[in-house]
Each structure stands twice: as structure tokens, then as C-alpha cells.
């Protein structure tokens, strides 16, 4: 087969590869390749689609998010925090830099990493693929919300599945830069339920209410609730508006939960309320100043 007919065969196959795979109208075969969660030859494994489905949805939250945003000038500035290999940024990228919607089309997309390699190989592939308005950096998770190579405020902060406590250095990095949303997909929460394992003699002893956590399955089913509804709680008093809702079917991914917090101003004094009647109900009063720091007096 000549070249041009290779050619003309692969656009007439394109529109049928998007079907088949689920992907947005016009979204970048050539990008997924690059990623590697597409083949060269255009195929997806089972835990490509996965990722794939996830990523998709996510983005759909975040383009409802953008949608909703008051425009700023020269467009909005977006953060992808734990961004590991980026894959969350690279397709933001690719779906809103079609976006021209004065105000509301992408300024600048920052992915912060901490593992060098993974920041490196993004800013090469940014590079290769020109685009321009991705930085990646290589900072750590204390660090990044006072590092000059980043914004004083951004517009929207995200972070998928980003494991344990770097949810909770997302919700911090967004606070301090003054995010005006926030989308975070949390997983592997194993803070608290180590400490309600630690204390766990004693509050049964205290309270018939630690009979929710006394298994061991139980202890870290019920340490990932508590801490997404403390999280939830301390962002509405610091002023956000939360949903929460599930990411994707629970048949594609357990680490399923999706919170979106967008600014409001209005900080509950009822959530901080409740927030700290939580923690100490649960024995668990030492992460109010770890993790939520806003509200020591």
C-alpha cells in the first residue's frame, strides 16, 4: 500500500478508534500514544482502559468546573498536584487548548512532581509535542506552595489519586493559593485509620460507637470515610461550597470518590464546628493541627 493511501485509510479509521475506544470528539490519538496508554498500533489493554475511563471522566468534571469559573485575563491557571506521569495534565491540555472562550482558555498548566525522572520525561514530551503553556516541577509537597516557579494564585487546583496524607498537602497547596476550585479523586487513606487502630482499646471501652471500627476491615473502611468528611467539613469552613460524588463505576476503580470544593467566601463556623466535635469523638484531636491548621485558635 502506497503512502497516501495509508494515509487516507488511517483518517478513515480514526472516527471509528474513537468510538470504539470512548474518547471525547477530537481528542489526540497521537497524545495517547504518547503516553502509552494507547499502542502504537492504536490498542488498549484492560488497565489502559481503566485509566483511560478515569482520566476521561475527570476531565468532564474539571471542563464543568472551567465552564462555571468567572474569566480571568489571559486565562485560567490550573495546578495537576502529585501530577506523577501527567498523563491528567497532557489531556487537560490537549481538550481546552481547542477552548476560546475569552478568559476561560488555559493560561498555563503547572504539573508538580516530586520524583525528577517523571518531571524530566513530562517536560521533554511537553517540549516534543509543543506545548508551551505546561511547566513541570520538581519540588515537594512542603515546598511547593512557597516556591517562586509557581503562581501566587491559581484557579484550579486537581489531584488524582494522590495517595494518603498528599490529598491533604493538595487541600493546603489550594488554600494558601487561593484556589477558586478545587477537584481532588483521594486514595490509599491510611492516617486515620492507623490512629482509630491505635486508640481503639480505649475508645471501645469509652464508646459503643467503636464497635463501627473494631475489625480490622472495618478500622480502614471506616478511617477513608471519616477522613474524606473531615476534609469535606474543613473545606467548607474555609469558605468553599463541596460536592461529592463518585469518579467512575465502582467496576472500573475503588478508589472511586470525587470531591469538588469551588470558593464561595462564605466560611461555615458550623462545619469547623463539627470538624473539631469529630475529632474529638474519635480520639483523633492531634490532626487538628497537622491537618487543619486554619482552624487552630
Known amino acids: 500500500m502506497t503512502s497516501s493511501r495509508k494515509t487516507k485509510a488511517a483518517l478513515q479509521a480514526a472516527p471509528d478508534l474513537h468510538a470504539q475506544l470512548g474518547l471525547r470528539p477530537g481528542q489526540s490519538i497521537e497524545l495517547l500514544k504518547e503516553l502509552h496508554i494507547l499502542t502504537r498500533d492504536g490498542r488498549l489493554n484492560q488497565d ?3 485509566k483511560l475511563k478515569q482520566v476521561n ?5 474539571i471542563e464543568k468546573v472551567r465552564q462555571e469559573l468567572p474569566p480571568r485575563e489571559g486565562g485560567l491557571l490550573l495546578a495537576d498536584r502529585g501530577a506523577g506521569k501527567s498523563y491528567l495534565g497532557f489531556m487537560l491540555y490537549d481538550l481546552w487548548r481547542t477552548r476560546h472562550e475569552p478568559g ?5 498548566l503547572y504539573g508538580i512532581e516530586t520524583r525528577a525522572d517523571l518531571v524530566e520525561r513530562s517536560r521533554e514530551l511537553a517540549a516534543r509535542l509543543g506545548f508551551e503553556r505546561m511547566s513541570f516541577i520538581n519540588t515537594s509537597a512542603a515546598e511547593s506552595a512557597a516556591s517562586a516557579a ?11 489519586h494522590a495517595c494518603d496524607t498528599a490529598t491533604d498537602d493538595a487541600i493546603a497547596f489550594a488554600l494558601r493559593k487561593q484556589a477558586r476550585a478545587i477537584v481532588l479523586a483521594p486514595c490509599c487513606q491510611a ?3 492507623a490512629r482509630l487502630r491505635m486508640n481503639k482499646a480505649l475508645q471501645l471501652a469509652r464508646t459503643p460507637l467503636a464497635e463501627l ?3 480490622p476491615l472495618h478500622t480502614r473502611e471506616m478511617g477513608s470515610q471519616l477522613t474524606n468528611v473531615l476534609r469535606c467539613l474543613y473545606l467548607e469552613s474555609q469558605g468553599y461550597a463541596v460536592t461529592v460524588t463518585e469518579l467512575v463505576g465502582w467496576e472500573h476503580s475503588m478508589k472511586n470518590e470525587l470531591i469538588i470544593a469551588t470558593w464561595t467566601g462564605h466560611k461555615k463556623r458550623s462545619a469547623a464546628e463539627r470538624l473539631q466535635a469529630l475529632l474529638a469523638q474519635f480520639g483523633l484531636e492531634a490532626l487538628l493541627a497537622e491537618r487543619f491548621p486554619a482552624l487552630r485558635v
Open 191 to 193: 492516617e486515620v485509620a
Open 213 to 215: 471500627w473494631r475489625h
Open 57 to 61: 471522566h475527570l476531565l468532564q468534571f
Open 150 to 160: 509557581l503562581p501566587d494564585v491559581f484557579d484550579v487546583v486537581t489531584a488524582l
Open 48 to 50: 489502559s482502559r481503566r
Open 104 to 108: 476561560r482558555e488555559l493560561g498555563h
